[in-house]
């Protein structure tokens, strides 16, 4: 059976995918690249917006009429926040929650005997994602996470650390760790600063040459977390939401964070990693939200000096706190805020990467484009391109910073004593 498997949403879904993929590999199945020609596709769904709620039901539309031959199976978020509406969409044959998500493959009617050992593109990425916890016990008022995921839960650290040297085995040069809460991983396991020491195992027990995290929640990273950077297999990228730059706005989202502390923790991140790239999430017009409060965000956004933003108008979800909230902002002005701050986003985005010209940073090359251009990621996130004759796919090689061109930085390949690009740690 030909399958298409397509995932939306966090790298949480992204791992479970390629997760998928290899089970219906060890059932015989052939993973295809492209919906056309399908017999089965899977799409793993989100609803953490209204928007991305849109995307997957229009998504599952689209599929359906690109392969009306197939028959589509919705898992997730959205399908477990709206089975109903799923079950009713053309070509949609099943729709598993995330309670059942695991089962996936079995209750397609396939048999795996095993799945198929990992190796670096094969079900779409380089890099490998791996899962380590999933549920949510946090209580923002804007969100549907909690209810939808469940309760936070880990995956034993003996069975995290055979995953990623199986990664390792199969050739990966990095692996990044996600889940819906990935600080608080152990928590449920008893363990003191869990994700602390899950870093501290897989660098010590693994000769993985790059390890990443996903985002992390500001209130689950302390002093033992910040000190795995100064380990130069770890990634210098920390994502940590922050949502609001107003106490108040902050506040009325259940956020367990002040400015103060924030602006505290970024400072002593950077303290141990000067070149750290602090990424975060922002919610522009949530309830309550006055132009002060806007104006308050934009500045302390503006002085921790972001590598990169990622930006959400206010989305109302049904059966979250938020919606009862007096205040409610129209959404023409939560756009225009939206706007601003994806508009400051840019020029810090661009600061950061100014910054970074003349460097000779570690990039992981993962594809080439039809140009011919190598395109790869350094450590601190930053998109490389360039033009090289030898093979660079899956290597880790020291690269010289020389030039921007809009989003992205040319990179120089630094040359070795031989015709192989050469593997690096930072």
Request: with cysteine; hydrophobic share 40%; net charge neutral.
């Amino acid at each position: 059976m030909r399958v298409y498997l397509e995932s939306l949403g966090c790298r949480l879904n992204a791992a479970e995918l390629e997760t998928l993929a290899r089970e219906f590999a060890g059932a015989g199945d052939e993973v295809i690249p492209t919906p056309d020609g399908a017999d089965l596709i899977v799409l793993n769904t989100c609803a953490v917006t209204a928007q991305a709620a849109r995307k997957s039901r229009h998504r599952l539309r689209t599929l359906h009429r690109r392969a009306p031959q197939a028959r589509l199976a919705a898992i997730g978020c959205w399908a477990t926040d709206e089975a109903e509406v799923a079950a009713q969409l053309p070509g949609v044959a099943w729709v598993i929650p995330n309670s059942a998500k695991p089962q996936t493959v079995a209750r397609l009617g396939r048999s795996p005997a095993a799945p198929t050992p990992w190796s670096p593109g094969r079900w779409g990425h380089t890099r490998a994602f791996i899962g380590v916890q999933d549920g949510c016990d946090e209580h923002c008022t804007y969100c549907v996470t909690r209810r939808l995921r469940g309760p936070a839960s880990s995956r034993p650290l003996a069975e995290v650390i055979a995953t990623v040297q199986e990664r390792v085995d199969g050739g990966a040069q990095e692996v990044v760790l996600t889940g819906v809460c990935l600080g608080s991983y152990g928590h449920d396991l008893g363990l003191a600063s869990g994700l602390a020491t899950l870093v501290e195992a897989v660098l010590r027990e693994t000769a993985l040459p790059r390890l990443r995290l996903s985002s992390v929640e500001p209130w689950d990273v302390d002093e033992r977390l910040l000190r795995q950077w100064e380990n130069p297999r770890l990634c210098r990228q920390l994502h940590l939401p922050l949502q609001a730059g107003h106490d108040a706005t902050l506040r009325r989202m259940g956020r367990r964070i002040t400015t103060g502390r924030f602006a505290a923790l970024v400072a002593a991140a950077r303290a141990i990693a000067p070149e750290l790239a602090v990424t975060t999430d922002l919610i522009a017009g949530f309830p309550g939200e006055t132009e002060e409060e806007f104006a308050a965000t934009l500045a302390f956004v503006a002085a921790l000096g972001f590598a990169r933003l990622h930006v959400f108008p206010y989305s109302e979800r049904s059966g979250t706190p938020a919606v009862q909230l007096p205040g409610q902002v129209p959404p023409p002005v939560r756009a225009q805020r939206a706007a601003q701050l994806a508009a400051l986003g840019d020029q810090l985005a661009a600061a950061y990467r100014a910054r970074s010209l003349g460097q000779t940073l570690p990039v992981l090359w993962e594809q080439r484009d039809a140009a011919g251009r190598w395109h790869g990621l350094t450590d601190t996130y930053l998109e490389v391109v360039t033009e090289s004759e030898a093979d660079l796919y899956n290597h880790l090689t020291p690269t010289r910073l020389v030039a921007v061109e809009g989003e992205l930085l040319w990179g120089m390949v630094e040359e070795t004593t031989d015709d192989r690009p050469r593997t690096t740690h930072r």
